[in-house]
């Protein structure tokens, strides 16, 4: 595996998700490309959406040169009305373009069936513009704000041991200074999931992957 598309919600998620796992990609020299679909302005209700965004956008590119990722794109869509946005936007357009741009052998994205509307609509999209592109890799999504996932309990998954950058993940976490909330309220279930999923896989920690397509 060379190369490898993370597509996610907002500029966190794919290190609540499968951090870990970007870590490990990274350090076989594995080629890490990442898609926001947000900026994520409504984290801060308190704050004006642009002050927000842009320092999301700031972090983000901290936590990418971590993770010595390639290409951060942010598209930009209304936080919170991903289902409305991606058509009025041509989003799936967008990211098939960026799919033949690229070139991943694997993508990453979303649960299907997340708690949140935004990180199903993302899911949604990765999978149809990847139908439609006729994608050859293979695509797994990921939990954010799902403990125990038994709905997928079905599905053929990877688990991947990540005992060794389970401090880098928690760290990239700690980057995100805006996200502090966040951070407190996923942070105890994020080290749970990745704890128990260690214990499926005779390792420390392991993160999971759920393959769908």
């Known amino acids: ?106 993508i990453l994205t979303h649960s299907p069936d997340d708690p949140l509307q935004d990180h199903r609509e993302v899911y949604k999209c990765v999978l149809s513009a990847a139908e439609k592109h006729n994608f050859k890799g293979e695509i797994f999504c990921f939990d954010v704000w799902t403990l125990f996932n038994l709905k997928k309990s079905g599905l053929p998954k990877i688990y991947v041991d990540t005992s060794e950058f389970f401090h880098k993940k928690v760290e990239a976490l700690k980057m995100f200074k805006s996200q502090k909330l966040s951070f407190l309220i996923l942070i105890l279930p994020t080290f749970l999931r990745d704890f128990i999923n260690g214990l499926k896989n005779h390792s420390k920690y392991a993160e999971v992957l759920y393959k769908a397509y």
């Open 1 to 106: 595996m060379k190369r490898v598309l993370v597509a996610c919600a907002h500029s966190d998620d794919q290190i609540f998700g499968p951090g870990g796992t970007l870590f490990k990609y990274s350090s076989d020299e594995t080629e890490i490309y990442t898609i926001i679909f947000s900026f994520g302005e409504k984290s801060h209700p308190m704050f004006k959406k642009k002050v927000t965004a842009k320092a999301r956008v700031k972090e983000a590119k901290e936590v990418n040169a971590l993770l010595n990722g390639k290409d951060l794109i942010f598209l930009g869509l209304k936080d919170g009305q991903f289902q409305k946005e991606i058509p009025k936007k041509n989003t799936e357009e967008r990211l098939l373009k960026l799919i033949r741009k690229f070139r991943p052998d694997r």
